[in-house]
């Protein structure tokens, strides 16, 4: 059993930057690979990032590639999503994913975290 609680969403002005933050717990945190998805109004949920268990392989969705860098401290239990030049279009919900397959938007979700409202507007 893993739990993901994201944190780090909020309100900021187009152009801006926000990092998440996704926290898990359990011993197994390092055999998963690790995700970030989005679901705006509306919208179904749509893969946004995903890092491998190490860490040294990292997959973007083509609407965020170099904007957002997802990286991870296994040490720390924790992933990260640092989003810069922030539009409108980015704000949703994002969620935290653990999965057991291949890291990409077919990757497999076995957890969810619970999300965190990011809002880009002036």
């Known amino acids: 059993q893993v739990q993901l609680v994201e944190s780090g969403g909020g309100l900021v002005q187009p152009g801006g930057s926000l990092r998440l933050s996704c926290a898990a717990s359990g011993r197994t945190f390092g055999a998963y690979y690790m995700n970030w998805f989005r679901q705006a109004p509306g919208k179904e949920r749509a893969f946004v990032a995903g890092v491998s268990r190490e860490g040294g392989s990292t997959y973007y969705a083509e609407s965020v590639k170099g904007r957002f860098t997802i990286s991870r401290d296994n040490a720390k239990n924790t992933i990260y999503l640092q989003m810069n030049s922030l539009k409108p279009e980015d704000t949703a919900v994002y969620y935290c994913?653990?999965?057991?397959?291949?890291?990409?938007?077919?990757?497999?979700?076995?957890?969810w975290g619970q999300g965190t409202q990011v809002t880009v507007s002036s």
């Open positions: 994913a653990a999965s057991t397959n291949l890291v990409g938007p077919t990757t497999e979700v076995a957890y």
